[in-house]
């Protein structure tokens, strides 16, 4: 199922829990709390996501942009990375890993169409090819990502249930709005999405969940995460988090312009 993510360097670069949402020391110095630190990462994944819809790129592309963006956040600062210029030098960066490349002067160009007049976001050309060197040592030039959309088929095939593709798709790509991908495998992610799908359109997977043999307690614990992010998080899917909650974290990290 999954034999080729197990000799990934994708694979050997799991996290532990505990090690993904730790504020590194000079955030804290500005007075980020954990909190405000996870609200930075929707907000920014959702920027991604939105530049991405501009440039016209696969689904793929802005998951391997995201999980780029969070994993630089286990081992850098967002004083030392400004995220309103690794976002978009992430979606970059992963466009041609991706074989989409994306134009730097694109992005530049619809960051400004997006952002108006918000001196914090205007960048140039060469900020973004700047960044992208500097993200490539910040991932240690490990730029292989594995995604739950092609396990998610293959499991929605095998169960028989490919009615639910849409839904569960879905439910996929909001996993992104959180740190699961640096945490779990993916086609354990794919499982956690189809079992939460099953559950709310009243499709009994029991026995086929059985015959898989997969720890139920891990999946299980992955929808809870995925349905506690839910209720915690009011995120409107086209406008993102509420600027009240954002903008202020967002002014305690020092801008690139």
Known sequence: MAANFWTSSH????????????????????????VEFRLVKIHMSFHIWRLAQQVKVRQRVIATAITYFRRVY???????????????????????????????????????KMCGSDDKYRFEIKDI???????????DYYLVVYHPYRP????????????????AWGLVNDTYKMDLILIYPPYMI?????????????????SWF???????????????????????????????LQEDKIIPVMNKLPSKA
């Open 11 to 34: 694979s050997k670069q799991l996290l532990d829990p505990e090690d993904v949402d730790v504020v590194p020391a000079k955030d804290r110095e500005r007075g980020v709390t954990p």
């Open 74 to 112: 286990t081992r850098k600062s967002m004083t030392e990375y400004d995220p309103r210029l690794v976002a978009p030098a992430c979606l970059y960066l992963a466009s041609k890993v991706e074989e989409s490349t994306v134009q730097a002067r694109l992005l530049v160009f619809y960051i400004k």
């Open 129 to 139: 090819l700047e960044m992208e060197m500097k993200l490539l040592e910040a991932l």
């Open 152 to 167: 998610l088929l293959q499991l929605l095939q095998d169960a028989g249930i490919t009615d639910l593709t849409q839904f």
């Open 190 to 206: 794919a499982l956690a999405c189809i079992y939460i799908a099953s559950v709310l359109k009243d499709k009994d997977t029991t």
């Open 210 to 240: 059985e015959e898989l043999r997969v720890d139920m307690n891990i999946v299980k614990n992955i929808s809870m995460e995925i349905l506690d992010f839910y209720d915690t998080y009011k995120i409107d899917p086209q406008r993102g």
